[in-house]
């Protein structure tokens, strides 16, 4: 049985069933909860849903994008086929627009000027931040080096850099924690898409602590994943339904299991092309993709 299913979906009930509506700035309301946390013993089960399909691959290569390329550039994940970031893109002429349909770019809903030197990006956000203060570099130094110390944090939210991002990160912190010969990750967001964001980002996270664990000679440990506004966008209600209906009457698959190549030591060495050649899910079972359109 999935642990993950199981608190997922009891998340999504609650979220029906005794979350409020709310409007926000994508024009789509949501119901949400003020605070939900999970916690995942990273040695017993690798945390993704098997009631549908995630993009795994594209859930890695996103995280791989923001803390081993450290980029902006969306050019890179389109290069590897991910899709996920097309509509924040800002355009050729340095202008970030969003559309009514994204598809047909018929329909401008509103417009920000970054500068020609943006295009192509989405501004001072994600892979921008850790390049700028070496996050990535300084934590696996310190969890080497000083795996005690409590100032292992990588903060991707810096004020300084708001205005000029197109979205500012929705998953925001992560805090780091050796205890016993295990590596822990304490993971927040300032808000989650249930239905879309949440199961990508709890998977990230789970293979970003297996990583660093790899190179640090460490074990993983216990992921912390916390996130205010826990919502589900209206439009998302019936594939959530879908969803719940999968788990009652066809129940989830046992977790696949996470294989990372033991010859690479270097957390910059590990491939980032579309096969993903060192990073791989075993055995990975589950009832199919629900397709939902996000909310820009």
Same mark, same amino acid.
């Given at each position: 049985?999935?642990?993950?299913?199981?608190?997922?979906?009891?998340?999504?009930? @609650?979220? #029906?069933? @005794?979350?409020?509506?709310? @409007?926000?700035?994508? &024009?789509?309301?949501?119901? =949400?909860? *003020?605070?939900?946390?999970?916690?995942?013993?990273?040695?017993?089960?690798?945390?993704? #849903?098997?009631?549908?399909?995630?993009?795994?691959?594209?859930?890695?290569?996103?995280?791989?994008?923001? %803390?081993?390329?450290?980029?902006?550039?969306?050019?890179? #994940?389109?290069?590897?086929?991910?899709?996920?970031?097309?509509?924040?893109?800002?355009?050729?002429? &340095?202008?970030?627009?969003?559309?009514?349909? $994204?598809? !047909?770019?018929?329909?401008?809903?509103?417009?920000?000027? $970054?500068? =020609?030197?943006?295009?192509?990006?989405?501004? !001072?956000?994600?892979?921008?931040?850790?390049?700028? %203060?070496?996050?990535?570099?300084?934590?696996?130094? !310190?969890?080497?080096?000083? *795996?005690?110390?409590?100032r292992m944090i990588m903060s991707l939210w810096q004020n300084e850099f708001l205005d000029t991002a197109v979205l500012p990160s929705c998953v925001w912190n992560s805090m780091w924690d050796v205890s016993d010969g295990k590596l822990n990750a304490i993971v927040t967001c300032r808000s989650n898409d249930v239905g879309l964001g949440m199961p990508f980002n709890i998977t990230q996270y789970a293979v970003l602590t297996h990583m660093l664990a790899h190179v640090t000679n460490l074990k993983p440990g216990t992921l912390y994943y916390n996130t205010k506004?826990?919502?589900?966008?209206?439009?998302?209600?019936?594939?959530?339904?879908?969803?719940?209906?999968?788990?009652? @009457?066809?129940?989830?698959?046992?977790?696949?299991?996470?294989?990372?190549? *033991?010859?690479?030591?270097? $957390?910059?060495?590990?491939?980032?092309?579309?096969?993903?050649?060192?990073?791989?899910?075993?055995? %990975?079972?589950?009832? &199919?993709?629900?397709?939902?359109?996000?909310?820009?």
């Open positions: 049985m999935s642990k993950f299913d199981k608190e997922y979906l009891t998340l999504c009930k @609650e979220i #029906l069933e @005794e979350g409020i509506e709310v @409007e926000n700035r994508t &024009g789509i309301n949501t119901i =949400k909860i *003020p605070f939900k946390s999970f916690q995942f013993d990273l040695s017993e089960e690798f945390p993704i #849903l098997t009631t549908k399909s995630v993009a795994f691959k594209s859930a890695v290569l996103e995280m791989l994008w923001f %803390y081993q390329a450290q980029s902006n550039d969306v050019n890179w #994940l389109q290069e590897r086929k991910v899709r996920i970031w097309d509509e924040w893109k800002i355009d050729d002429d &340095g202008i970030y627009r969003i559309y009514d349909d $994204f598809d !047909t770019k018929n329909a401008i809903k509103s417009e920000k000027y $970054f500068g =020609k030197e943006a295009a192509g990006t989405i501004g !001072t956000a994600y892979g921008y931040i850790v390049h700028r %203060y070496q996050m990535t570099q300084n934590l696996i130094e !310190t969890l080497k080096t000083n *795996p005690n110390d409590r506004d826990a919502h589900i966008y209206v439009n998302h209600i019936e594939h959530i339904k879908e969803q719940l209906r999968r788990y009652e @009457e066809l129940g989830d698959f046992d977790a696949p299991e996470l294989w990372l190549n *033991p010859e690479i030591t270097d $957390f910059f060495a590990f491939d980032n092309s579309r096969e993903l050649k060192d990073i791989k899910l075993l055995n %990975y079972q589950n009832h &199919g993709p629900i397709k939902m359109k996000v909310a820009v």
